[in-house]
């Protein structure tokens, strides 16, 4: 595995990093191509394509483990990588960290959520006690060799944003190299997350259709984030594009009416490298 949480952090020292989310190694390659510089291999995008299901604690760490390593075999690209709660306690979180670091995460995220977690966006959340995350977190820091460790809490949602920031520079202060408050309601708690912790890489995550208003990078980058996340766009992008596809071939028995918003099947496989491939495979026949 290549060493590239230094990186990501000199990349958010320098301003703001936008990480589009993934869902898959094809997305990967393809936000890859598009000029990101950083991707976020979402946890709810893991849900919604691999099981079909939603966020809701579903996932364990195996499938996240073998998820980010078929991406990070695809893209150069740092990964930051949702782990949910660690999968357990702090000895779980511990094993969390070196897991996914051998499969590629250049950060890796851990929530206070108890556990079965849900998505940081839908209701009913519940925290695990302050003092259990420290530990957790501490547990993380311990483990991990040069990934960076990014510290969410859940506590707006259910405590208050006023508590939220109180765990939120425990985390600081406890070494967590990026702090992220989920689901600041208004752009103006935003900037209140932001003068709250001065000095502190912050992250900021847009859900369309979620409790935080979506920003542009650069109105996020100027109130004072380092990093940005578009987590589980694509999926949303990719589930309307297949709903009107299959309504399509239904419909008609055909796809022709559909093929002016998909690539055919030439263009698929040069935006995947298939020539290129072919062309390497022939190379190390020709030595045999």
């Given at each position: 595995m290549t060493a590239v949480g230094g990186g990501l952090r000199a990349m958010m020292v320098e301003g703001l990093v936008l990480a589009p989310g993934v869902c898959d190694a094809l997305t990967a390659h393809l936000a890859t191509m598009a000029g990101a510089r950083a991707l976020y291999v979402s946890g709810a995008a893991l849900a919604y394509t691999r099981l079909g299901r939603p966020d809701v604690g579903l996932t364990m760490l195996p499938d996240v483990a073998s998820h980010v390593a078929a991406i990070a075999d695809r893209t150069p690209l740092p990964l930051v990588v949702d782990a949910d709660t660690g999968f357990g306690n702090a000895i779980n979180a511990a094993r969390t960290v070196r897991v996914l670091e051998r499969a590629?995460?250049?950060?890796?995220?851990l929530e206070d959520q108890t556990f079965p977690k849900r998505c940081g966006h839908l209701r009913d959340k519940t925290?695990?006690?302050?003092a259990e995350m420290r530990g957790k977190l501490a547990a993380a820091?311990?483990?991990r060799q040069d990934a960076?460790?990014?510290?969410r809490t859940d506590a707006a949602a259910v405590e208050?944003?006023?508590r939220a920031l109180e765990r939120a520079a425990a985390f600081a202060e406890d070494g967590a190299d990026v702090v992220f408050v989920e689901a600041p309601r208004s752009r103006a708690d935003l900037a209140r997350v932001v003068a709250a912790l001065p000095g502190v890489a912050l992250m900021a995550n847009m859900v369309e259709g979620g409790a935080?208003?979506?920003?542009p990078a650069d109105e996020l980058a100027a109130l004072g984030f380092r990093l940005a996340i578009f987590p589980g766009g694509i999926v949303r992008a990719t589930a309307r594009a297949a709903s009107d596809y299959y309504a399509?071939?239904?419909?008609?028995g055909s796809t022709a009416a559909f093929s002016d918003r998909m690539w055919d099947f030439d263009e698929l496989n040069a935006a995947i490298g298939t020539p290129e491939l072919l062309a390497e495979g022939r190379r190390?026949?020709?030595?045999?």
């Open positions: 590629g995460a250049a950060a890796i995220q925290v695990v006690p302050l820091l311990d483990a960076l460790i990014v510290a208050g944003l006023e935080t208003p979506v920003l399509v071939l239904m419909r008609d190390y026949e020709e030595k045999a």
